[in-house]
């Protein structure tokens, strides 16, 4: 006899045979760039090295800071695929906003690239061999490189976060307490962006890495989320 059992057995089969849709694989593909862009976090110590006084002058291994900036293209890239993955589903929400965040991401890149090539510089000052001479030029790239990041690695970002959570927020394609994090956590980041610009606080400080940690907390449970998840049933995604 055919049971009711053989049916849900035969429901679940097919449920796991079915092919992934293209709203569930953009889910998926978006939330795995977005766990790959925790990638950078050991160019906290790669880059040790080269915040050193008497870099130029010293010797040694340049490996270091030539991964960490590796890492850093790899998140610049990964920041502007986010973007365009969730382009589609998003500007069912808003085009405007949508647009905004693929923008806010390309400038957040532009400068984490321009950035690496500051610390590709004086890594070959002190590979030629220049000596004394450069280092003024070498501290000068290396502060360079410094407020660059502090532009397109906390005040982009909160501008970043604050578009995607309001998106998602409206759209309710993720739970909007999930949104919250994100829309809330970029003040946080901006004020801790502003204390350091007008030196309240220390750039690399304990108070510093404070301000981002709702807006750490959101990306990398957002790219969780998407991963196991999905998008939730929403009035936009309907007919996709």
């Known amino acids: 006899m055919y049971t009711t059992r053989n049916i849900a057995g035969d429901q679940a089969v097919a449920a796991k045979n079915a092919p992934m849709s293209s709203l569930r694989k953009t889910a ?16 906290l110590s790669l880059y040790q090295s080269i915040h050193d006084q008497n870099y130029v002058l010293g010797s040694g291994p340049d490996t270091p800071v030539i991964i960490g900036g590796l890492l ?19 500007k069912r929400q808003s ?4 647009l905004g965040l693929v923008a806010a991401r390309v400038l957040e890149a532009s400068t984490m690239f321009v950035g690496f090539a500051f610390l590709l510089t004086a890594v070959t000052l002190r590979q030629e061999g220049v000596g004394a001479d450069a280092m003024v030029t070498s501290h ?5 490189y410094d407020r660059i990041f502090l532009l397109g690695q906390a005040f982009i ?10 998106l998602l927020y409206k759209s309710r394609l993720v739970p909007r307490t ?3 994090i994100g829309i809330i956590g970029a003040f946080p980041l901006i004020a801790g962006y502003l204390a350091v610009l007008f030196g309240h606080i220390e750039f690399r400080s304990v108070l510093s890495g404070l301000s981002a ?4 907390v959101f990306e990398f449970s ?11 049933p929403s009035a936009i995604t309907a007919g996709m």
């Open 28 to 43: 998926l593909f978006a939330g795995l760039v977005y766990i790959l862009t925790f990638i950078s976090i050991p160019t």
């Open 95 to 98: 085009e405007r906003l949508a």
């Open 178 to 180: 999930l949104s919250l």
């Open 222 to 232: 957002l790219g969780i989320y998407l991963v196991v998840r999905g998008f939730k």
């Open 213 to 216: 940690v709702m807006v750490a």
């Open 157 to 166: 970002p909160a501008i970043d976060d604050m578009l995607l959570g309001i």
């Open 140 to 144: 000068a790239l290396v502060t360079l």
């Open 72 to 90: 850093e293209i790899i998140v610049a890239l990964s920041g502007i695929t986010t973007a365009i993955i969730l382009y589609p589903v998003l």
